[in-house]
């Protein structure tokens, strides 16, 4: 905390960091969004006139520049994480001091360990319904959930989170639609398995259909901008050596 520089072995050790908890956590969370959207039918075709409002608006898939335009999007992946968080007891922490809470007494250097599950449980119905936080106009990722931890060590990887998926699942119901490859209707099983990340327990099978003939044209347009602002940030990158 004194040192003014972080040693290369520091940085990398931190990249690893970055790369261990932002991987799994974010796919098992695409996929639990999956699971929900499969399950119930209701969701998708909102999903799919939001990204494509602004596939027609803009003749582009939707990037971060959408954020705003896209609550239905981002109230289902924040509906996800309040109901299947996948880090669901945090990472443990140990007391500085001696304290009581609601009566009981918490010695100085208890392990203390939170259940994200049961605080939301306390506050919240077991219902899938994304479109409570958009009655309660509150989008935000962490607003009243506590699915990427509390406190100062909460989630350094939020922000980059709520955006890479809300990104992702925009693309998604943009280009495809998707149902359980086990059978259409076939519900999959939400019964989940606690590892790593809490997953589903059953393998889910994912049949994605590809919406029309535009969204592929759209997906090669995007790749050549994309390809082409990274030749951009390279020359940039030269010019300023
Ligand atoms: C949906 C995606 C994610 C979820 C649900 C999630 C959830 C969590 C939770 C619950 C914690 C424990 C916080 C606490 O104990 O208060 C945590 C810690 C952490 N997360 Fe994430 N996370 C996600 C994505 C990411 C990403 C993308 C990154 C980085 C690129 C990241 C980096 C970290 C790191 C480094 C810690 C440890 C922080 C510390 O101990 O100080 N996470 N995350």
Redesign the pocket.
């Known amino acids: 905390m004194d040192q003014d520089e972080l040693s290369m072995n520091e940085i990398k050790l931190l990249m690893m960091?970055?790369?261990f908890?932002?991987i799994d956590?974010?796919a098992a969370?695409l996929l639990w969004l999956l699971v929900y959207v499969i399950n119930d039918p209701t969701h998708q075709p909102r999903l799919q006139a939001e990204a494509a409002a602004i596939v027609a608006a803009h003749g582009r898939l939707p990037t971060l520049d959408d954020f705003d335009d896209l609550p239905y999007t981002r109230a289902v992946i924040k509906e996800v994480?309040r109901l299947s968080?996948?880090?669901p007891l945090?990472?443990p922490?140990q007391t500085l001091e001696d304290d009581t809470l609601a009566g009981y007494h918490i010695p100085k250097g208890a392990q203390v360990i939170y259940n994200?599950i049961g605080i939301h449980d306390g506050v919240y119905d077991a219902e899938f319904r994304p479109d409570r936080w958009l009655d309660a106009k509150s989008l935000g990722i962490m607003d009243g959930t506590t699915?990427?931890?509390?406190?100062r060590?909460?989630?350094?990887?939020?922000h980059?989170?709520a955006r890479?998926?809300l990104v992702l699942v925009a693309r998604l119901f943009a280009c495809v639609c998707v149902e359980n490859a086990m059978g259409d209707g076939v519900k999959i099983d939400m019964a989940a398995t606690f590892g790593l990340t809490v997953l589903p327990k059953e393998t889910v099978l994912v049949k994605a259909t590809v919406r029309g003939p535009r969204v592929r044209d759209l997906v090669v347009k995007m790749e050549k901008v994309e390809e082409s602002e990274r030749t951009v940030d390279a020359w940039v990158a030269q010019s300023a050596e």
Do not use: Q
């Open positions: 960091d970055f790369l908890a932002g956590t974010t969370t994480t968080p996948v880090a945090g990472l922490r994200i699915s990427f931890g509390a406190g060590r909460l989630c350094p990887g939020v980059l989170a890479e998926m």
